[in-house]
């Protein structure tokens, strides 16, 4: 059903298209946001029945294990035993009832309506009836309610609707009162921000088109609409970007160990961002090597590493496991002619030791620190993966180490503040080598040019949040080599 059209126009198209991306998101492991990029152009949403619709599919979804706790409560049901698309139904109209500003007798109406046109009419009793009976409190009622007889933590999960493993890998690397502010900053949706490619773009260029400016990052704007209505993107000279994504590659790339002055002209011919390139290389601060990307896909931080290479005379190495997500690499980086994308794994590497300048090891994690963008992604993950990626993290950021040359820069990046897959992973593969300095993140950043978020650092390293910095929770250790 997700990719065709209804065959009778719907009554109500944006209730209609969020029911078919959320039913594809629970039945065919689709991803919401590209199931709904997808189905809401196929189905010519417009502007208005668009935004009311991705509030529909993102929200419900980001809710949805906390919504199942109130429709089991108030169907007296065990939801495992209704069909998917009733329950999908029934998510959509809590959701209307306890999260939007719909009124009581819109959400239920319209869900009953919906559920005719998609269930057939035997089943509008029970979504009436249930819908009905999720009305009679709100969110803060219910949540108050089902936590009761639980621990706080768990109470916590239900309140903050966050599988009970994800609050409790947060509570590890929080104190107990930011634990809540850090889980309700991954239910509000993140702003589209973008990243000009250093040397292809200028930021003024996203400015003048109406783009908002960064928080942090030189090369970040925030964006309203679509990116693919700006130039600059469509023709790969921008792309979208979390703006701590952009601090954590950007760090690697431009940090200089001797360098204290910055230049406010660009290494020519190359052209750049202005005043944060460093200045090209010369003698033992010498960054003109090769540089290596070791996980790249999808390419974002290989195209921003790619510009402020070309800026002083370096090449990019940018290496991904799968085919497509290389693809993907390949047009992230398309408007660079100085970058080579490789299909490689990244474990038993094709290149001999010692050779690169700077390595990003932007390692496959659990991801939960990129919850507020990926709705679904909280009730999919499974702390099980964590005993196959540790391994893997270890042995890519062992990998990275072997390819970095003597004073070589290693970048260690996780889009996960979970201890497991940051520190503990660094300091396990530290322990078992000689030679490798840990490199204060706050250094390397003002080395870099870059600001020194408040409250970012963990020891040496760097750890972004939501709440505190308005990026994603992502994790950086730097280590030189040598
Ligand atoms: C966190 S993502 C990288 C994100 C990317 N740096 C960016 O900014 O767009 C991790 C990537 O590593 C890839 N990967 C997983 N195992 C790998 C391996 N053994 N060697 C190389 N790449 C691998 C995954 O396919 C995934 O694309």
Redesign the pocket.
Known sequence: MAGGRPSKPPRDPARRAAFDALLAVETEGAYANLIMNRLFAERALDQRDAAFATELVAGTSRLAGTYDLILASASGRDLDRLDRPVLVLLRLGAHQLLSMRVPRHAAVGTTVELAREVAGPKITGLVNAVLRKVAVDTYAGWTNWLGRDLSPREALAVRTAHPPWIVDAYAEVLDEDELEPALLANNDPAAVTLAVRPGLADLSELLDAGAGPGRWSPFAATWHGSPSDLAAVRQGRAGVQDEG?QLVAAALGQWSPTRTELVETRPEPVEGPGPILPRPSTGSEDVSGPWL??????????ALLAGLAKAVGARLLA????RH?ADLVRSAVRAFDSVDVIV????TPPWPNGRFERVLA????TGLGSLRRRPESRWRRDPAALDQLVP?QRA?LGSALDAARPGGLVGYVT?SPHRRETVEVVEAVLAQRRGVTVVDAATVLSGAGLPVLPDSAVGPYLQLWPHRHQTDAMFAAYLRVG
């Open positions: 994504s990307d070791l996980c790249a896909g999808p390419g974002g931080k290989s290496v991904e496991l799968s997500r490689a794994d990244g474990t932007d390692v496959p994690c893997l890519l889009c």
